[in-house]
């Protein structure tokens, strides 16, 4: 079993759709919980970034952490075509602060907005 | 100005060969990686460096040999290339806040190497 478990899609959704990424994770320890969008042939780009459970907000994109139940998801409203992009999980964290930055991934989930 | 960029962006070599990929940051970050794209998009940690020092060190071939001049630099040097090497590699870098990353990097564009 995989650390870190995302469903790869692809998910391809009409303009203006809500959007619902999501991933599961077996690691108890992972503390930082963040959301990467990658556009086709660039590097991953930080969305959005969370400590701890909880939900956090920036415009259209929500992310949602439940520590409890080791289980994340990203929402995105009122989509548009150039939301488009693999939309990567990741994970971090340890014990003492010597995680340096090591990120956990999941497979990344592939997203078309179509107009 | 870009923040972390890699050269080469494309390699094509053939097996046996060496090559390496350099990487500059100019956001003035204090820990620096490398990461391996596969051909199904997963990512995983090769390498960190922090100040300049090796911290993490995955289960690499040691074919594979990282190297940080200074804290703005780390390059990638892969000798007898295989097949399987074939892969997206990707530089970032990330600033410790408190004593502790706690994940928030600035991917390069990658470089994209095929083994033939």
């Known amino acids: 079993q995989k650390e870190v478990e995302q469903d790869p899609g692809p998910l391809s959704v009409p303009e203006g759709a809500i959007v619902s990424l999501n991933c599961t994770y077996s690691?108890?320890?992972?503390?930082?919980f963040m959301w990467y969008r990658q556009y086709s042939r660039k590097g991953p780009e930080l969305l959005m970034y969370t400590y701890s459970s909880g939900n956090k907000e920036d415009g259209r994109f929500t992310a949602q952490v439940d520590k409890s139940s080791k289980y994340i998801s990203l929402f995105i409203r009122d989509s548009q075509p150039s939301d488009s992009a693999t939309y990567l999980c990741?994970?971090?964290?340890?014990?003492?602060?010597?995680?340096?930055?090591?990120?956990?991934f999941g497979q990344g989930t592939i997203l078309t907005v179509h107009p | 100005d870009t923040a972390v960029s890699q050269t080469p962006k494309y390699l094509v070599t053939q097996m046996g060969n060496d090559k390496s990929i350099k990487c500059e940051q100019n956001l003035g970050h204090d820990t620096m990686y490398w990461y391996k794209q596969d051909s199904k998009k997963f990512l995983k940690i090769m390498f960190s460096?922090?100040?300049?020092?090796?911290?993490i060190n995955e289960t690499v071939p040691n074919r594979f040999s990282p190297k940080s001049p200074d804290k703005a630099h780390l390059n990638l040097h892969i000798n007898s290339l295989e097949l399987g090497d074939s892969a997206v590699y990707f530089c970032?870098?990330?600033?410790?806040?408190?004593?502790?990353?706690?994940?928030?990097?600035?991917f390069g564009e990658g470089s994209r190497l095929t083994v033939l």
């Open positions: 460096y922090n100040n300049k020092e090796l911290i």
């Open positions: 990741a994970m971090s964290g340890g014990a003492g602060g010597t995680s340096y930055g090591k990120l956990t």
């Open positions: 690691n108890s320890a992972f503390q930082y």
């Open positions: 970032a870098s990330s600033q410790a806040r408190g004593g502790q990353n706690t994940g928030e990097l600035f």
